[in-house]
């Protein structure tokens, strides 16, 4: 049986009326590298992280299809995207991110995992440097958006280098709402509503306009 305190939450969560002002991340990069190995460490098999990353992965691969290569934004250290890759092996994956030590270790975790259908890159958002134009099916962002200063930025980014692609995006970050209202039209639509893995919660799912032919994105929280 739900708690008390989780049965509030979900409460809150569904008839709360308005969403908090959106504040980004103070820092845009984590380069400490104290504080990269822990947090690191919390993605890994038994880490506090673990269980959202597993959630996470089996949404995500609803969007993914045989054959796709499919853009990580901020894949960080890699145990998230590790995890995809291995559920979707028929499908290419590049992760970016801006720091490098978060890409050391990705690269580190690849080579313990022996994954090799992915790549990483170093690129900092919402610049897609090095991601040929229109070389992406499915793009995925998990808890990495509150970093961005400027959401406006990354969707002009995907209109002009990404165009005409058959893009499905998959942006998950954290909850059960959907963006404010007013929110840039390239990062928002139309909502529909899905059923959640239990069947007991519901989701919104919104269609992101960034002038791509096939859209879909699976929102959750800010």
Known sequence: ??????????LLETFAQGLPA????????????????AYAAQGR?????????LYHAIQA??????????LD???????????????NPAA?????????????QAQQLQACEAVDNLSFQ????PALSGVASHSVDAVICTMALHHLPDLAALAATFRRDQAGAEARWALLRGGFRPPQAGADPALSGPAAQARMA???LRRLLQFVACGLQRRRACWRGA
């Open 198 to 200: 239990g069947g007991v």
């Open 45 to 53: 098999q038994h880490g506090f992280l673990a269980p959202l990353h």
């Open 22 to 37: 959106r504040v980004p991340e103070p820092e845009m990069l984590m380069r400490d590298a104290a504080q990269v190995d």
């Open 1 to 10: 049986m739900a708690s008390p305190l989780l049965m509030m939450h979900f």
């Open 61 to 70: 691969s609803a969007f993914i299809c045989p054959g796709d290569v499919v």
């Open 73 to 87: 934004l901020a894949c960080g250290p890699g145990n998230q995207l590790m995890q995809i890759a291995r559920m």
């Open 122 to 125: 170093r690129c900092l958002l």
């Open 92 to 104: 290419q994956f590049i992760g970016i991110d801006a720091s490098a030590e978060m890409l050391d």
